[in-house]
């Protein structure tokens, strides 16, 4: 049995953006929206927190430490609000993508010949048939999530930290070389183990399908030892 060629990653990401980026750009834009508004009551929760030590530890200003708590529990309220309105919106178009890329994939397997099917593992079919649709949904969430939310949260709190502490902020960024690239190193460790835990998917979904389809030929030839080996390797 053959399997499907893994398609490289950049080329799929780009697809997705253009075909769902331009079917959904209503709906990713109020997310970003939400989502900036989220961030900007994060650098304010990170801003006001100086305030906060000041008024309650050092002048005990109990009018000031008031109209703070008031401030923060505004700003905690708001960033929630957003944050779920965020995800909320991304759900609804991550299933909207997820329906589309099944009928699209199902529709191109009907259109397939005979051999098609003698060719490739039918384990391997139905995993990307539900596994593929899930990653797309996936991958343009976190997309999405990484250039609003973190990205313009990752803004708002610089800002807050250099309008604050120019120095320590100095320090802080020279620190950020190494962080990426501990990063880039942990991502490309995560890719290699995802399509490790996707062909493994596939073996184990193919083992039980062709066990189930041919059980009596299983038992009528003991060849229950086998599958159970295959299984174990998957």
Do not use: C
């Amino acid at each position: 049995m053959a399997t499907l060629p893994l398609i490289d990653t950049n080329s799929v990401l780009m697809r997705l953006l253009s075909e769902a980026g331009a079917r959904h750009w209503k709906g990713y834009a109020l997310a970003l929206a939400l989502m900036g508004i989220s961030a900007a009551m994060t650098g304010l929760a990170a801003w006001i927190m100086r305030d906060v030590i000041n008024e309650l530890f050092v002048d005990r200003n109990e009018q000031a430490i008031q109209a703070i708590a008031l401030a923060v529990a505004v700003i905690f309220v708001a960033k929630g609000a957003t944050t779920y309105g965020a995800q909320l919106v991304l759900r609804r178009i991550g299933n909207a993508i997820v329906a589309d890329i099944q009928h699209r994939l199902f529709d191109r397997i009907l259109a397939e010949r005979i051999d098609f099917f003698d060719s490739f593992n039918i384990g391997d079919l139905a995993t990307r048939l539900s596994h593929n649709a899930q990653a797309a949904r996936n991958a343009m969430s976190t997309m999405i999530t990484g250039l609003g939310r973190d990205g313009l949260t990752l803004v708002a709190l610089v800002i807050v930290m250099i309008a604050q502490n120019p120095r320590m902020s100095l320090i802080a960024i020279t620190m950020a070389p190494p962080a990426i690239w501990g990063v880039t190193i942990l991502i490309r460790r995560v890719k290699k183990i995802a399509r490790a835990q996707f062909v493994s998917l596939t073996k184990i979904v193919s083992t039980v399908q062709e066990t189930a389809l041919g059980v009596r030929v299983v038992k009528a030839f003991g060849l229950e030892d086998r599958m159970r080996a295959r299984m174990d390797r998957a």
